[in-house]
């Protein structure tokens, strides 16, 4: 089974970075679609970026141009670079998967496994 565990969460001043880091594992990690999602208390979970196995990649307009999704197949690892930080940007951020094969999104509804998230506090 794909299991996802996330880290690098913390608190940091507006207009600072974190790197987010989901360490993944399970035999068909590869060809899964990886994404983040934040969720904020009182509010839905959204979407954050996504990124495919060609590496083809799609953002929220909220953070696009601010935070980079990568993916690391050698090392089995999904990171998220947060640049430009805002205390909107405050939720915990949780990393997925989905075994569906084709163009990433951000649609909650397509993924299957969760991680347990890390917090992300932005003041």
């Known amino acids: 089974d794909v299991q996802l565990v996330e880290s690098g969460g913390g608190s940091v001043q507006a207009g600072g970075s974190l790197r987010l880091s989901c360490s993944a594992s399970?035999?068909?990690?590869?060809?899964?679609?990886m994404a983040w999602f934040r969720q904020a208390p009182g509010k839905q979970r959204e979407g954050v970026a996504a990124?495919?196995?060609?590496?083809?990649?799609v953002y929220a307009d909220s953070v696009k141009g601010r935070f980079t999704i990568t993916r690391d197949h050698g090392k089995n690892s999904l990171n998220l670079q947060m640049n430009n930080l805002k205390p909107e940007d405050t939720a915990t951020y949780y990393c997925?998967?989905?075994?569906?094969?084709?163009?990433?999104?951000?649609?909650?509804?397509?993924?299957?496994?969760w991680g347990q998230g890390t917090q992300v506090t932005v003041s």
């Open positions: 997925a998967a989905t075994p569906r094969v084709g163009h990433p999104t951000i649609a909650i509804r397509q993924y299957d496994y």
């Open positions: 399970g035999p068909t990690y590869s060809s899964y679609c």
């Open positions: 990124i495919d196995i060609t590496n083809t990649t």
